[in-house]
């Protein structure tokens, strides 16, 4: 039906990641609910765009007419398609089969906005024994707590995401200036979930069938990265809170912080029944990742405050 037609856009910038960016096209091709279109833009890689003009045959292959990054890159690609849907696919994760398929369905539903799945980290080097399921977020993946059926979401996450095209552009996209630059992350898809349920007050839907493989290389493994990306999140959650100046903005982070003492609980009863030391080290990383974000908002709010004196961010209010 032609409500369901949707394109899937693939954003890249790296010459190292070509080997998973053609693994990223295939399972697109490869889906049970064709795309009508797969649009892969490149962010200012001159080089990666005439490779990719040349060897991904069928694909529409674009460049990031916007400053560099994630955001912009994605803009390219959706603002270029014609489609009442749009999706999105990084272009270091595969989708199963069914992906796509599963999140339109989701979209039958007026009502609702958009949608996004399930994300399994694909280890290149095994889960590290200290990850803790709450904090599998910093390697791209679904963590501990969120629905394990279909059900509705305050916000989903772009590697795994399907939006209205009409209240995608009614809010003008990503916001360009604020996201993934690089290896630096910010939540600019918490930030445009936020936008759209503004508009005539859609709701998006989490459908954890709809999976896709997300790769850490070994580099993602690292406690030392787990701490950075942590510290990251503190930062942007505070950037993000400032853009919104709605009550609520950061509500599921509140609820999140919440349920995070009983997880360390959780895992040393578990080490004290005698699941091993691995809890042990799990209950140590939910502690760690806790006060490496905590450090970063709290460093983002010092800088907000002395380049706006008497300016309180949103999330301290």
């Given at each position: 039906m032609a409500h369901t037609t949707v394109s899937v856009v693939i954003p890249t910038y790296s010459e190292k990641r070509w080997a998973q960016l053609t693994q990223a096209v295939a399972s697109a091709r490869a889906q049970r609910h064709p795309a009508a279109e797969i649009v892969v833009v490149v962010d200012h890689n001159a080089a990666l765009y005439l490779r990719a003009r040349r060897d991904l045959a069928g694909v529409t292959v674009l460049e990031n007419l916007y400053t560099p990054g994630a955001s912009g890159n994605r803009n390219t690609g959706a603002f270029h398609t014609r489609t009442p849907l749009i999706a999105f696919l990084d272009d270091d994760t595969v989708a199963d089969p069914a992906w796509l398929g599963n999140l339109v369905a989701a979209m039958r539903d007026p009502e609702v906005i958009g949608a996004g799945g399930g994300i399994d980290p694909a280890w290149e080097r095994g889960r590290p024994r200290w990850m803790p399921e709450e904090f599998l977020w910093t390697v791209g993946g679904s963590y501990a707590g969120l629905p394990t059926t279909t059900a509705p979401i305050r916000n989903v996450w772009s590697e795994s995401m399907v939006v209205r095209r009409y209240t995608f552009l009614a809010v003008g996209g990503f916001r360009t200036g604020f996201g993934k630059v690089g290896e630096r992350s910010r939540p600019e898809d918490t930030e445009l979930c936020l936008r759209m349920s503004g508009v005539d007050g859609g709701h998006w839907m989490y459908v954890?069938?709809?999976?896709?493989?997300?790769?850490?290389?070994?580099?993602?493994?690292?406690?030392?990265?787990?701490?950075?990306?942590?510290?990251?999140?503190?930062?942007?959650?505070?950037?993000?809170?400032?853009?919104?100046?709605?009550?609520?903005?950061?509500?599921?982070?509140?609820?999140?912080?919440?349920?995070?003492?009983?997880?360390?609980?959780?895992?040393?009863?578990a080490a004290i029944r005698g699941g091993g030391v691995d809890h042990v080290l799990r209950a140590g990383g939910v502690v760690a990742g806790v006060a490496a974000a905590g450090v970063g908002g709290a460093v983002e709010v010092l800088a907000v405050r002395r380049a706006v004196p008497g300016e309180v961010p949103a999330v301290v209010r």
């Open positions: 954890p069938d709809a999976v896709v493989r997300h790769a850490v290389p070994a580099a993602r493994s690292t406690f030392g990265f787990f701490l950075r990306r942590c510290y990251q999140e503190g930062r942007g959650k505070v950037q993000m809170s400032g853009l919104h100046a709605v009550p609520g903005t950061l509500g599921a982070e509140r609820d999140y912080l919440r349920s995070l003492p009983s997880a360390v609980l959780r895992h040393l009863a």
